[in-house]
């Protein structure tokens, strides 16, 4: 902390608003369970990266290669942030710079694609993403997007049906990746699709990227052109993105990031991105992600059990849909019900919904969050009971608080931050 009293410059005010406010969160995120698949604790070593004086300097540039004097501690950590992400990916190029998941993927487009150029990825309805295609990205705005949805009976992708639309729609580039879709995605699949219409592959794995690290879902690194992740869903890192590609692509990658869509890199993120990478690479790891998705598998075999429609009728990853129309709610009214009840997660459009997206006919419920406080398959059977009670008794005021309860001393059994 700057500490010269006699300098007004460096004066310190205490910003009580402020500081209130991020208590109260701090004890949210203790008090509640959290289910949201893309959200996560992070740890307290990346916390102390990101809130370090690394956000004080600009480092415009690449290592070695900046615009502005006085680079050299984040030449060295940018250097660090690079070697343990390709080390984590087994992969020979990364750019460690892009501000969030959405960033990466807009640098993607820019250094591969020109305006009106076809792109094909998956619909957003069945789990695609917004920055894939939807009319107000700007992907939706200046390239001509198709899409494919997945099968209607198996509601998993049909790699057959994608090949047709691959066909029609000449795209010069295919997304594989999605935010809502609870299967293996299969890459060498979409390399030969890519390969046969003569397209790029782009690999979005952001929800799975810390699965892929943890070796228990296949990688793209390798297959797909380029593969963009965010940092800070499974991977369990601060909020930011990542681009992989092979080193042949290097220089368009990095031009498409700085300038093209950015300017100074956020290097406290990118710090707090090398500690990541570093937990990530510990054999702890491979076991935390492991225990992910058993509990993924645990949650979504006990809601089955209890009469609840399974999007896909299961999980092979850190999420799951629940389609609630035959429980006679929308999504909207069971996320809401739940998180009344201290129980965090989304409502989601399933594939074919007919609602709309504020709405909806599902919940989306992942385990991410609740597996780095220490949950495991038997907490995963309490929640399932917990869900279950709190849709059952969604009009019953008294039981839903009594059951916040419950829920509050199932997280506080499971502490995070218990040191702040
Ligand atoms: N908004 C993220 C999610 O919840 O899946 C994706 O960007």
């Not at 129309?325 to 996320?335: C, H, K, L, Q, V």
Request: hydrophobic share 40%; aromatic share 8%.
């Amino acid at each position: 902390m700057i500490k010269n009293k006699d300098n007004p410059a460096q004066a310190e005010i205490p910003d009580i608003q402020i500081q209130k406010l991020i208590a109260k969160e701090l004890d949210r995120q203790r008090n509640q369970i959290v289910l949201i698949a893309s959200e996560n604790y992070t740890s307290m070593e990346v916390m102390r990266a990101t809130g370090s004086v690394l956000t004080n300097k600009y480092a415009e540039g690449y290592p070695g290669d900046r615009y502005y004097e006085g680079c050299q501690i984040y030449d060295e950590i940018e250097d660090l942030a690079i070697k343990r992400c390709n080390e984590l990916f087994n992969s020979n190029f990364c750019n460690v710079q892009p501000h969030s998941g959405v960033q990466a993927n807009t640098a993607v487009f820019l250094g591969t694609l020109n305006c009106n150029d076809h792109i094909l990825s998956m619909n957003l309805r069945d789990g695609g993403h917004l920055s894939h295609g939807h009319k107000q990205n700007l992907t939706g705005k200046y390239f001509e997007v198709f899409t494919y949805s997945v099968d209607p009976e198996t509601e998993m992708i049909d790699y057959e049906n994608v090949k047709k639309i691959a066909w029609i729609a000449r795209p010069k580039l295919i997304i594989a990746g999605a935010s809502s879709y609870s299967r293996i995605i299969d890459y060498t699949k979409f390399r030969e699709i890519a390969d046969e219409v003569g397209a790029f592959l782009m690999a979005d794995i952001a929800h799975v990227a810390g699965l892929i690290a943890g070796g228990v879902h296949p990688t793209s690194v390798g297959i797909a052109d380029f593969t963009t992740a965010t940092t800070h869903k499974t991977l369990r890192g601060p909020r930011g993105g990542l681009i992989i590609a092979d080193k042949k692509y290097s220089g368009m990658i990095n031009k498409s990031v700085f300038p093209g869509i950015q300017g100074g890199p956020l290097m406290n993120t990118v710090a707090a991105k090398a500690v990541c990478f570093n937990e990530a690479l510990q054999p702890l790891f491979k076991e935390y992600a492991r225990r992910v998705v058993e509990n993924s598998k645990v949650l979504c075999a006990n809601l089955k059990d209890r009469g609840f429609r399974i999007v896909s009728g299961g999980t092979d990853n850190h999420l799951f849909l629940v389609d609630l129309t035959n429980m006679g709610m929308t999504g909207y009214e069971a996320s809401d019900t739940l998180a009344s009840a201290g129980i965090i997660l989304n409502k989601n459009v399933i594939p074919y919904d007919t609602l709309n997206p504020n709405i909806t006919s599902g919940i989306r419920i992942g385990t991410p969050a609740a597996t780095t406080r220490g949950m495991g398959v038997k907490e995963m059977h309490k929640i399932g009971e917990f869900i279950t009670f709190a849709l059952k008794n969604r009009e019953d005021k008294t039981a839903i608080a009594d059951l916040a309860n419950r829920v509050k001393k199932l997280a506080q059994d499971f502490p995070v931050y218990a040191d702040m």
